[in-house]
């Protein structure tokens, strides 16, 4: 019984998956089966507990099945975590541990890339169990363009909701982390004129952003506070807390990250700022989109693929509109359309 770790939801599945010897621990957790099964990435990252990957497992698959459900897809919600050191602890036996695993939960759970798991690992997986998407061998390939294509959709729909504008010329714009969504965004900010502070554990990226948009380097927490219109987290998730939000000067929040609030009363507090806040598995399903486009008849089309991501834009306009209208806060709002949609489909 994991209940209780999650605070109130009860997840159908989760199972422990454990090979000492090919240095192997990973928790696969289904939230919902109720709109199809249950699909999200395997985030590989060296969590400080058992019970801390566990409670990252739970809180992301939960997010899948309100990504999912919000982006209209006939899918629930499933995460993987491997609790590893990806850049020096995943090896070959340890993924086909893992993919022994996977063979025994094919048609419950299906998996795709996340932080720590390359396209490379993907297709090695694919080769090895079934229910492996987002490969590049037949599959929809690297979801993190759609999911930054997303991700600007909706940053741009937040700005207008705000301003009556998305026009992002001159808007400044903070992004934390320039992995493979977070650089993708700001090739495109840039692109549209905005002007960029940027920070990642990296300095190699960094001092290429520096290079390519002019971006102002910052270090660690100061993008939090840096004076910028926007703040885009696209690293890890968690950022959003009771000691940050009041560090915040930003107007809007609106990034890739999972699970940006760190508690469930964050919301409230980016409200209370008069921060407006884009839910973040509203904004970042553009990559889970193109994965579920795998599954459509005929198989994958990248056509289908672009108005559906472009439609994010549409949805958070709609979530902005109806947190403004009822007095509520933008992430509960999204999370009862999530509800509905799950409970109507229950019935
Ligand atoms: P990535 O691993 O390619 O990039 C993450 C980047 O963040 C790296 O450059 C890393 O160095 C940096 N980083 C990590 N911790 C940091 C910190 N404390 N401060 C500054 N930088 C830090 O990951 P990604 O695929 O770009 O995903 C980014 C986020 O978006 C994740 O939270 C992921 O769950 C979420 N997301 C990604 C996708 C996708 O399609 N890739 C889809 C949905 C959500």
């Known amino acids: 019984d994991v209940a209780h770790l999650?605070?109130?939801?009860?997840?159908?599945?989760?199972?422990?998956?454990?090979?000492?010897?090919?240095?192997?621990?990973?928790?696969?957790?289904?939230?919902?089966?109720v709109l199809g099964p249950a699909l999200g990435g395997t985030r590989i990252w060296p969590h400080m507990s058992f019970e801390a990957g566990v409670i990252d497992a739970l809180r992301l698959s939960r997010g899948m099945t309100f990504k999912s459900a919000i982006a209209g897809l006939p899918l629930g919600g499933g995460k993987a975590v491997i609790i590893a050191d990806a850049r020096t602890e995943k090896t070959p036996a340890m993924l086909e541990a893992y993919a022994e695993m996977l063979n025994a939960l094919a048609g419950q759970y299906i998996t795709a890339e996340d932080v720590g798991m390359t396209l490379a690992d993907?297709?090695?997986?694919a080769e090895r169990a079934p229910n492996v998407s987002g490969t590049t061998k037949g599959g929809s390939g690297n979801p993190s363009p759609f999911t930054?294509?997303?991700?600007?959709?909706?940053?741009k729909a937040a700005l207008r909701?705000?301003?009556g504008s998305d026009d992002l010329a001159g808007v400044r714009v903070a992004v934390q982390g320039l992995g493979s969504?977070?650089?993708?965004?700001?090739q495109k900010l840039?692109?549209?004129?905005?002007?960029?502070?940027?920070c990642d554990l990296d300095a190699v990226r960094t001092a290429r952003a520096a290079e390519q948009f002019g971006a102002m380097i910052?270090?660690?927490?100061?993008?939090?506070?840096?004076?910028?219109?926007i703040f885009a987290p696209c690293a890890l998730g968690g950022m959003l807390s009771a000691d940050t939000i009041p560090l915040l000067k930003a107007k809007i929040v609106a990034g890739a990250a999972n699970n940006q609030l760190a508690t469930a009363e964050d919301g409230q507090r980016l409200v209370e700022r008069g921060i407006l806040y884009a839910p973040d598995y509203v904004i970042n399903a553009g990559g889970v989109i193109n994965v579920a486009a795998e599954m459509a008849d005929g198989g994958y089309d990248v056509a289908t693929v672009t108005?559906?991501?472009?439609?994010?834009?549409d949805t958070l306009t709609a979530i902005f509109q109806r947190a403004d209208r009822e007095g509520r806060t933008t992430d509960a709002v999204a999370e009862a359309m999530a509800r509905e949609i799950v409970e109507e489909a229950r019935k």
């Open 148 to 155: 930054a294509e997303g991700t600007f959709v909706g940053l």
């Open 161 to 163: 909701h705000r301003t």
């Open 6 to 33: 999650d605070g109130f939801d009860h997840h159908e599945q989760v199972w422990l998956g454990r090979d000492t010897a090919r240095g192997l621990t990973a928790i696969v957790s289904v939230h919902t089966t």
């Open 307 to 313: 108005p559906r991501v472009a439609r994010i834009a």
């Open 218 to 229: 910052v270090e660690g927490n100061a993008i939090i506070s840096a004076d910028v219109d």
């Open 181 to 186: 969504v977070g650089w993708s965004l700001c």
């Open 122 to 125: 993907a297709d090695f997986l």
């Open 190 to 198: 840039h692109a549209e004129g905005a002007v960029l502070t940027v």
